[in-house]
């Protein structure tokens, strides 16, 4: 963790949510949790984005993240947040 309480983690994104940010990755500062996490990316990308994170699988460091514990999720320095939206097809 950072002096001022924050941790910078990498978030990486993909299929429905790479088409809406246009990149792979980028760092954050993200002061506690996947919840702070995903309010940063909400303000930052807007009610598009928002919808697809209602409906994403998360990976802190490559282990999926329950649905009932993402929110209170505590990251820490250097964490790598994977977003996995739901893909369909055939």
């Known amino acids: 963790m950072q002096e001022n309480g924050t941790s910078k983690v990498t978030v990486l994104y993909f299929a429905a ?3 809406i940010t246009g990149i792979a990755s980028e760092t954050f500062s993200v002061p506690h949790s996947l919840g702070d996490l995903t309010s940063i990316l909400t303000t930052k990308y807007g009610e598009e984005l928002r919808k697809i994170l209602d ?4 990976a802190v460091n490559m282990d ?13 320095d250097r964490d790598e947040v994977a977003i996995i939206p739901p893909v369909s097809g055939g």
């Open 64 to 76: 999926y993240v329950e649905k009932d514990l993402e929110t209170n999720t505590v990251l820490k």
């Open 55 to 58: 409906h994403s699988l998360y």
């Open 17 to 19: 949510a790479r088409d």
